[in-house]
């Protein structure tokens, strides 16, 4: 067996540091915004090269936030690229703002800077570039027409810690980056975080307010918010695990780079590196007419795989009234299939995966 993901080698890996860690926490006594979320939020923040960071709920928390941050409110549009998980459409609805929907490129799978721009109105008020499976949209391209348009940029980093963009970290490549510490994440929290990062003085300062019911001080309130604040715990584990995430990266980074030797000249399509990036690889996603067949003849072999993203956010029943067509999202849908790679997948284990998909495509391999 061969699982697709399996996060108790890393807490065993892990145990001792953590026990501590949290017991810290625990017999502290101060649980809510205290000295570890303080001190991750400095060290997170260094780590993308950005001059402020901020602990918040979830990933889904800080994309919502640091939108209301630049501004989006009711009657703006927000250009969201369709392939991709439904929260950064989600948030923008949630705001009263509408999402416009552009396609992905078809190699990174990111927001394509030529349909983004066909996409722009008088009433655009941001993009959204997803760093989608670790890999950095093109982000010259994108900064560049929101600059021309007077755009806010506002980065979907959610499963994209450490990677690099011509040499610069995702969460420093637009206005204000947003991350998620969901489990799975290659930053994980054992539940529920996010983190929102930023150059600009200003917008950090909103963002503070905005995760604290819109206070500056306690009980002066001057702006509605949210309750939406990383919890103490969950600092204290991500510190720990923050010291180990360069060699996660490189780990993952190996895992991939053994994946593309090895599968090279299968017909699937696999995720080649670009030169002016580093990819973190948060899922290893190959493309495959065949990603059903594919995906059961894994299943049967007890090796574990996942369908990242099923259905493009355009064609989701909850924005179902609209009517684009977008060719190249819906191709993807069709034939994405993420195989195990995470830090603590094991050598002969993704030798199985390998002999697998290799005896699919040639049964007498």
């Not at 963009?165 to 489990?183: D, E, M, T, V």
Request: proline share 5%; hydrophobic share 45%.
């Amino acid at each position: 067996m061969v699982p697709f993901i399996d996060l108790t080698r890393e807490y065993a890996a892990l145990q001792a540091d953590m026990q501590q860690a949290v017991g810290g926490v625990l017999a502290g006594g101060r649980y809510i915004l205290g000295p570890e979320v303080r001190a991750f939020e400095r060290e997170l923040a260094a780590y993308c090269d950005a001059a402020h960071g901020i602990g918040v709920a979830s990933g889904t928390d800080a994309l919502m936030i640091a939108l209301k941050a630049v501004g989006v409110g009711p009657g703006d549009e927000v250009v969201v690229p369709a392939f991709t998980f439904v929260a950064t459409a989600e948030v923008v609805t949630n705001l009263g703002a509408t999402p416009v929907f552009a396609d992905v490129d078809a190699s990174r799978l990111a927001l394509d800077p030529i349909d983004t721009a066909r996409k722009l109105t008088p009433r655009t008020k941001a993009i959204v570039p997803v760093h989608l499976y670790g890999r950095p949209a093109d982000m010259a391209a994108l900064n560049d027409l929101a600059a021309r348009h007077d755009l806010f940029v506002v980065e979907d980093a959610a499963q994209a810690v450490g990677a690099t963009y011509r040499g610069r970290k995702a969460g420093a490549l637009g206005h204000i980056a947003c991350f998620s510490f969901f489990p799975t994440k290659n930053l994980g929290a054992y539940g529920d975080g996010g983190f929102i990062t930023t150059n600009d003085a200003g917008l950090a300062e909103r963002v503070q307010m905005l995760r604290a019911h819109g206070s500056r001080e306690k009980y002066f309130h001057e702006s509605g918010g949210w309750c939406s604040r990383l919890d103490e715990i969950q600092a204290a584990a991500l510190r720990i695990k923050l010291r180990h995430l360069e060699a996660w990266t490189e780990r993952r980074r190996a895992l991939a780079a053994r994946y593309l030797e090895e599968l090279r000249g299968l017909p699937l399509t696999l995720p080649e590196e670009a030169a002016d990036e580093r990819a973190v690889y948060h899922v290893f996603t190959v493309r495959t007419p065949r990603r059903d067949e594919l995906k059961k003849h894994l299943e049967l072999a007890g090796i574990g795989s996942s369908v990242h993203y099923p259905l493009p956010l355009h064609r989701q029943p909850v924005y179902r009234d609209l009517t684009v067509t977008l060719a190249e999202s819906e191709r993807a849908a069709q034939e994405v299939l993420s195989i195990p790679l995470f830090a603590y997948l094991e050598d002969a284990e993704q030798d199985a995966v390998i002999a697998s998909i290799r005896g699919f495509f040639d049964p007498l391999n």
